[in-house]
């Protein structure tokens, strides 16, 4: 018969445990990795609202994608258009990047596949006599291993030459030249450390889920279990 238990430190990590896939997962699909020198504005390059300039527009560059802005001379205007510049994994910009693109990609979907398994640690705790917290715990934490092998070997693929045209010549391994870091190579940093997090508590989860007042609510017949 199944049991549903729930428990604050079971949810808890369920809940975790989904954020960070998710987190991961758009972090590494984004263009903002690294935010390019700024081009300064054109005569065309006019704000219809105010009749001024626009502010210098920075070009976004991601492991396989980019964010660049380009121009309709017909209504004199620019649209900033992102997407894909590899049309196939060998056109990723370095091999370094191949590589942070490979670590990242098994963390990710280990992480995902873990997240899908922790909805349903409610209703089943255990697998062939190994508790589902335990083994989840153990996969998090390969996953996050994985994640850090990414990020670790990306910054060594700042020299090359799609690096360059953005960040300028002074950009090489490890060194930003003119660029700065975008917002998805810090989501992808925070959940890494949230995965070591979460590969941690997922033993007071299991805790959490087979304690004495657990185990005396079963006893007492109850399908529904939840506490504090």
């Given at each position: ?6 428990t ?48 210098p527009?920075?070009?976004t560059?991601?492991i ?6 380009i ?5 004199s ?8 510049y ?7 910009a ?7 693109a ?10 995902c ?16 006599k ?7 715990g ?11 092998l990414g ?7 700042w020299?090359?030459q799609?690096a ?38 997922s ?26």
């Amino acid at each position: 018969m199944c049991h549903v238990i729930v428990t604050c430190r079971s949810m808890l990590w369920t809940l975790l445990s989904i954020v960070v896939a998710f987190a991961e997962l758009i972090a590494f699909m984004s263009a903002d990795w690294l935010i390019g020198k700024a081009k300064p504005s054109s005569s065309e390059d006019v704000d219809n609202r105010t009749g001024g300039s626009q502010e210098p527009y920075r070009p976004t560059l991601g492991i396989y994608g980019r964010c660049t802005r380009i121009s309709h001379m017909q209504f004199s205007r620019r649209d900033t258009l992102c997407g894909p510049y590899a049309e196939n994994f060998s056109e990723i910009a370095s091999g370094f990047w191949q590589a942070t693109a490979i670590f990242l990609a098994v963390g990710i979907m280990i992480l995902c596949a873990v997240a899908f398994v922790s909805v349903f640690t409610m209703c089943v705790q255990s697998i062939m006599k190994k508790s589902i917290f335990n083994v989840c715990g153990l996969l998090q934490g390969i996953a996050g291993l994985f994640l850090i092998l990414g990020l670790i070997i990306y910054p060594a693929g700042w020299g090359c030459q799609k690096a360059i045209s953005y960040c300028g010549p002074y950009a090489s391994a490890y060194k930003l030249g003119d660029c700065s870091v975008g917002w998805a190579f810090y989501t992808a940093i925070g959940g890494t450390i949230l995965t070591f997090i979460c590969a941690v508590f997922s033993a007071q989860a299991e805790i959490a889920t087979s304690s004495d007042k657990v185990q005396e609510e079963i006893e007492e017949g109850k399908n529904l279990i939840c506490l504090l």
